[in-house]
């Protein structure tokens, strides 16, 4: 394991990020549903119906859903799983997972709710047709080890999804950029009261892996084949690691 790893633009040891990352969710999980929908003007939520749909999920699917925080692709994945389906909803930090129980309940869904590190998961191999990771990855200290975990426990015929913030088309990096590193630290201060949690957000974006190099590591962790999607000229992009 190398001995160090990146928040943000800052190298530090895989330990301390996995500390900073943890305080990060913690101070921003009561306002992180309203900061999603003002950062993106709402478009995560057609992400998200994006990415289930192409995840096959249908009635009486088994399906895993990593950092899933505050519940939205759980939601669709147990709408789209019926009642004879099985959504687990898992995240590595108590105080998401707090806000995605009591979103859930609100809405009348009960669901398994395991709170587990996306290294380490307490599962059986080839356990679920579907191991998806949404706005996750990039805050995982040891992605690779995640990528291994979710092919373990990922059946034959079954698929691991990953939503996630990516590489935008050239033309449109600059205007990006300034948003990134100019509007959405002061629309932290100013709703979540937190400037540096979305400063962190904009260089974890930057410092995270390609869509070809995710691919990449993708196969390498032992998935048979992957696709990937761009959505919003790449500002996120949708990979499909297929288990034969």
């Not at 990528?147 to 079954?158: D, S, W």
């Not at 400037?195 to 590591?217: F, G, K, N, T, V």
Request: aromatic content about 8%.
């Amino acid at each position: 394991m190398s001995e160090h790893t990146h928040f943000g633009y800052e190298e530090v040891s895989p330990e301390e990020k996995t500390r900073r990352v943890r305080r990060v969710f913690e101070s921003v999980a009561s306002k992180y549903d309203l900061m999603n929908d003002l950062m993106s003007a709402g478009l995560h939520r057609a992400w998200k119906r994006f990415a289930v749909a192409v995840s096959g999920v249908r009635e009486g699917s088994r399906v895993l859903d990593l950092a899933g925080g505050t519940g939205d692709l759980a939601r669709l994945y147990a709408k789209a799983a019926g009642a004879s389906g099985t959504v687990v909803l898992t995240d590595i930090n108590g105080a998401m997972l707090a806000a995605g129980r009591d979103k859930l309940i609100d809405a009348g869904i009960s669901l398994p709710i395991v709170q587990c590190n996306a290294e380490a998961l307490p599962f059986a191999d080839r356990r679920f047709d579907c191991v998806s990771i949404a706005f996750g990855l990039r805050n995982v200290t040891r992605k690779d080890v995640a990528l291994a975990e979710m092919r373990r426990v990922t059946r034959p015929g079954g698929v691991a999804l990953v939503l996630e913030f990516s590489r935008i088309a050239a033309p449109l990096a600059p205007a990006y950029d300034w948003y990134s590193f100019n509007v959405l630290p002061r629309l932290g201060k100013l709703v979540a009261g937190d400037a540096a949690s979305y400063r962190y957000l904009a260089e974890s974006i930057r410092m995270h892996p390609d869509q070809q190099a995710l691919r990449q590591m993708m196969l390498d962790a032992g998935f048979d084949r992957v696709d990937y999607h761009n959505l919003a000229a790449g500002v996120v992009a949708v990979h499909v690691g297929r288990v034969y």
